[in-house]
């Protein structure tokens, strides 16, 4: 009887729970034996986009399915949505929309919209366990939509209003193309736009994109709360914003929000003499009352390049807010930020209004480990109380810190400051030496010298004062702090250098002493 029972388990259990995720392929138009197999068989894109398609077994979309995207796929019209899901996918098993490599979304005017805001596009995610993968060389492209164009609409690449979302590796180009220094906008254009409900676990992640007034936004415009957004490791250029997150229905909660690697160059193109744009690399906020983003970490981006000059008139960085730009407004707030690692350098006679990095209506800030290089205007501005910073580079500047008002430093030490006009202002008091700020009880073993970084790099050179004068921070906690912006893991004891790199004797002055080897501490 043992034996039987064995026989009869080996010869069921195969045949249960066998379905599998299958890969099927899709073109514009049907393609040889329209079977879905592959590229030279594949359904034509109304497959993907009619739920009678969804959720049937085998042949048909279901969680764990790969749809490849194969070939060029274009719109019927302009403003319409190109693939459009149908049904969900489940934990563990998301529906993959991938493309082929050379695959290419085109249109006059990718996207639907209500008005204010793109409510489709090129792919427009309604259901949740989603992905979207460029794969190699994926394109999304809008082809006449901008200023002196065919088409001057809002606009999008990719939308969602659903949870468990992830989009990477996507090209996304010409949203909305602006000329550079004019006056014409139009309403929101963006590459990836998540509106609407509150919607949660979303990764965006190794895309490039350009052109478009806010390249990346994750909006909760209702009341509720939302969790675990990651933004990273993003190329983006030629826009007014190019990432915004906001908390923006009444009491809604963003929390646990990480927006790191990006990196955020050319703003001048959406300079105008009206100030209709104001040019940040990325706006963090909470616009409501009772909002606010929690567990807000910002880190190793790369905000940098010309953000306004070339304008033609004086003070062109005036219409540039900041680099990064964090705020609450309207009853919102900002829970204890941790910003750290970042880069923010701004060209030449470029700069922000309010400092290349901002925290407005923040409460308890951590600011580590940056490296800010400017040339005019304030290094980091403040509306904020209990304010911490250690480890920081920030040169050539008006104010090294503008905290005015009721802001609050609550500790300030290990920072090497350099080249400054009015030097620090917190509360009402301005300090404008380095000795004064000292005698306030700030950066006791703080620095004032030129940091002596490479010009490339802002990595230090063999003599920067930066190399083991800064704080270990190994026991914040932090696990991303503890590697620099380049990933190079700082000593868990021992010495940090300040700014947002480490030294490696192997990459310095031409000499090899050993790929990886430190400067001795």
């Known amino acids: ?12 259990c195969p045949f249960v729970g066998t379905s599998g995720a299958e890969d099927l392929y899709i073109a514009q138009t049907a393609t040889g034996g329209d079977t879905g197999v592959d590229c030279a068989n594949a359904h034509a894109v109304t497959f993907f986009n009619s739920a009678a398609n969804w959720g049937g077994g085998a042949g048909e979309i279901d969680p764990g399915d790969t749809v490849h995207v194969c070939g060029t796929i274009t719109c019927s019209a302009i403003q319409t949505d190109g693939l459009v899901t149908q049904a969900a996918g489940t934990s563990g098993n998301p529906i993959t929309i991938k493309f082929e490599t050379g695959a290419v979304m085109t249109c006059g005017v990718w ?12 792919i427009r995610i309604n259901h949740d366990f989603i992905t979207v993968d460029g794969g190699t060389n994926g394109v999304i492209r809008n082809t006449a939509n901008g200023q002196g164009l065919a088409n001057s609409v809002i606009s999008a690449g990719v939308t969602y209003s659903s949870s468990n979302v992830e989009i990477k590796n996507l090209t996304i180009q010409d949203i909305w193309v602006k000329t550079p220094y004019s006056d014409v906008l139009v309403g929101a254009t963006n590459g990836i736009l998540g509106t609407n409900a509150p919607h949660s676990s979303i990764l965006i992640h190794h895309n490039t994109i350009d052109d478009g007034s806010d390249l990346i936004t994750h909006i909760t415009a209702t009341t509720g709360s939302n969790s675990n957004i990651q933004i990273y490791n993003n190329v983006l250029s030629r826009t007014c ?34 100030d209709e744009c104001h040019i940040n690399g990325m706006h963090l ?7 606010d983003i929690t567990n807000l970490k910002v880190y190793n981006n790369y905000a940098h ?49 309010n400092g290349l990095l901002y925290c407005g209506l923040c409460t308890n800030p951590e600011i580590y480990n940056n490296t800010i290089l400017g040339q005019v205007a304030d290094g980091i501005v403040f509306d904020a109380t209990g304010i911490v910073l250690r480890n920081n580079i920030i040169s050539n500047f008006d104010h090294m810190i503008y905290a005015p008002g009721s802001s609050t430093v609550s500790a300030s030490n290990n920072n090497l400051f350099n080249a400054f006009v009015n030097g620090w202002t917190v509360g009402g008091t301005t300090y404008g030496t380095f000795a004064a700020w000292q005698g306030a009880g700030f950066d006791a073993s703080g620095l004032s010298a030129a940091p002596d970084l490479n010009a490339t790099t802002f990595k230090p050179n063999s003599g920067s004062p930066t190399i083991n004068a800064g704080a270990n921070l190994t026991s914040l906690g932090i696990t991303a702090l503890n590697s620099d912006k380049a990933g ?6 021992g010495a940090w250098e300040i700014g947002a790199y480490e030294f490696l004797l192997g990459t310095q002055g031409g000499v090899t002493f050993g790929i990886g080897w430190r400067r001795p501490r």
């Open 1 to 12: 009887m043992k034996w039987l029972f064995l026989v009869l388990l080996l010869c069921v």
């Open 111 to 122: 996207g639907t919209n209500d008005g204010t805001r793109a409510t489709g596009g090129a």
């Open 241 to 274: 914003t190019g990432i915004v997150i906001a908390s923006a229905g009444v009491n809604s909660v963003v929390d646990n929000v990480q927006v790191y690697g990006n990196e955020m160059f050319d703003g001048y193109v959406w300079w105008g003499p009206a």
């Open 285 to 291: 906020f909470a616009a409501q009352s009772g909002t």
């Open 305 to 353: 390049s010309n953000m306004s000059t070339g304008c033609g008139v004086a003070n062109c960085y005036t219409h540039v807010t900041a680099f990064i730009f964090i705020e609450g407004t309207g009853g919102g707030t900002i829970t204890a930020p941790k910003i750290f690692n970042n880069l923010l350098v701004a060209a030449s006679g470029d700069g922000a209004s």
């Open 488 to 493: 190079v893991a700082r000593p868990s004891s």
